[in-house]
């Protein structure tokens, strides 16, 4: 039976995470919310709508909502054409690909956001499909994305491993059943990784494409 290897996207493949947090400050502080940017980064990787609701809390105009979303979708929508992507992110996908594993990603963006993202990696040919907001009634830390992600495998979660930045992927896929692997790129500490269910973390996609024969993503 196949393997797959499921991907988050921000912070993981592609070095967004700070930018990310610019352009959310910067919708929050246009809506009159003053967000310390160290509270956003922690928050980066929950969907638009619980990332509001984590940082702002219950109590808030929950009518302020959309424009605060809408205000990062274009601020963040800005660097659409200059996504950079971390070193060796593409060539890890397409050597797993070629190890006979299906590779998926399963990330918070969707639209033209996600195929921003997908320009900037540069390895289409070795994703098999991504799970999006645009496919979930739940983002991360709720376990769907990651679900998703193996339905459109077709794989059981025994056969599947799971990539990310954050402590919201980790629990993610920790709660979808999966093993998981954490990346320290996207500046999230090594101690949080590892309490939210990381069984082994890498620097960066260049330090996991040298160390998979002896990874769980070794050889299929």
């Known amino acids: 039976m196949a393997r797959v290897a499921v991907f988050d996207v921000d912070g ?26 160290h509270a956003i980064h922690r928050a980066i990787g929950l969907t638009s709508a619980d990332l509001i609701a984590h940082l702002l809390g219950d109590e808030r105009d929950r009518d302020e909502d959309g424009a605060i979303a809408a ?37 918070s963006a969707g639209g033209a956001e996600l195929k921003a993202l997908r320009r900037a ?13 645009d496919d979930v009634e739940a983002g991360k830390p709720a376990p769907e994305p990651v679900e998703q992600a193996l339905q459109l495998a ?6 599947a491993v799971f990539i990310g930045d954050t402590v919201w992927d980790m629990q993610a896929g920790s ?46």
């Open 12 to 37: 993981t493949l592609v070095d967004t995470n700070h930018l990310h947090v610019t352009a959310w400050w910067e919708a929050f502080r246009q809506a009159g919310h003053k967000v310390p940017m």
């Open 175 to 220: 709660r979808a059943g999966v093993t998981c692997l954490g990346v320290l790129c996207g500046g999230i500490p090594h101690s949080n990784l590892a309490a939210a269910g990381a069984s082994a973390i890498f620097r960066d996609p260049s330090h996991l494409l040298q160390a998979l024969p002896d990874s769980p993503l070794g050889p299929a």
């Open 121 to 133: 990696i540069d390895a289409d040919e070795a994703i098999s499909a991504s799970a999006s907001a």
């Open 71 to 107: 205000g990062h979708k274009a601020l963040y929508g800005t660097y659409f054409d200059r996504l950079p992507a971390f070193q060796d992110a593409g060539a890890l996908l397409e050597t797993l690909a070629n190890g006979g594993w299906t590779v998926v990603l399963a990330t």
């Open 154 to 159: 077709g794989v059981p979660a025994e056969r």
